[in-house]
């Protein structure tokens, strides 16, 4: 059983690009969600899908967009890029109508300047 | 506004000794309680979880304490290890939104040989 893995694990943008961060879900696993991590803070919910659609979104703007395909890989992008968008990026996969539990992968580490 | 709120932020203690944190939540419709412990460059991983329909649960030397009317819950660690020094997040879900979690801010613990 293979876990959650996650592309790239570290990258340097500027303001105003954009970036991609992939992420491969565990075997058998129907939903992704996205997590921004602030440095020393807890995990904060972008979105998830499930299905190939958005199905939950948290307090992000338009700008961070999602894509999940067919084999339950899933793509976060984000537009305009902002100092405060520095953070780690976590991607956890999980089963819908499982016991609830999210197998997150190791994180993208994404530095705004 | 915090859903979930954590303390204390950091915690030191002694190998063998108990590791208590504890955490307080908002709204009463939350029904899932995860524990996830996470070590430098890695992803959070489920450590233990809770339902609001038991008061309590143990898992080797981990244990959820849940009081409901006073919208609480803790983590014990007993006989603290080096191994165990990480960091600790709370959390809680609706299952019915599928696995949107709210995260506390997380608790440095250091275990001192």
């Known amino acids: 059983e293979t876990g959650v893995t996650q592309s790239p694990t570290h990258l340097i943008k500027t303001r105003g690009q954009q970036v991609t961060l992939r992420c491969s879900s565990q075997?058998?696993?129907?939903?992704v969600s996205w997590y921004q991590q602030a440095l020393g803070q807890g995990p904060q919910f972008i979105f998830q899908?499930?299905?190939?659609?958005?199905?939950g979104r948290g307090n992000f703007p338009p700008r961070f967009s999602g894509l999940q395909f067919p084999n339950y890989s899933s793509e976060l992008n984000v537009n305009a890029l902002e100092l405060d968008d520095s953070a780690l990026y976590l991607c956890?996969?999980?089963?819908?109508?499982?016991?609830?539990?999210?197998?997150f992968g190791e994180g993208s580490r994404l530095t705004v300047l | 506004q915090q859903q979930v709120k954590q303390s204390p932020q950091s915690l030191i203690v002694q190998k063998g000794g108990i590791s208590i944190i504890n955490c307080a939540y908002e709204?009463?419709?939350?029904?899932?309680f995860p524990w996830y412990q996470q070590f430098p460059g890695k992803g959070p991983a489920l450590l233990i979880a809770i339902r609001p329909d038991v008061s309590e649960k143990k898992e080797g030397r981990f244990t959820i304490s849940f009081n409901k009317s006073a919208k609480q819950f803790s983590l014990h660690i007993m006989d603290s290890q080096p191994g165990d020094s990480a960091t600790y997040f709370c959390?809680?879900?609706?299952?019915?939104?599928?696995?949107?979690?709210?995260f506390g801010t997380g608790t440095s613990l250091t275990v001192i040989p």
């Open positions: 959390a809680a879900s609706f299952s019915n939104t599928g696995n949107q979690f709210y």
């Open positions: 709204n009463t419709a939350f029904d899932y």
């Open positions: 899908y499930y299905r190939e659609e958005e199905n």
């Open positions: 956890a996969s999980s089963l819908v109508g499982g016991p609830g539990e999210l197998f």
């Open positions: 075997s058998g696993h129907n939903t």
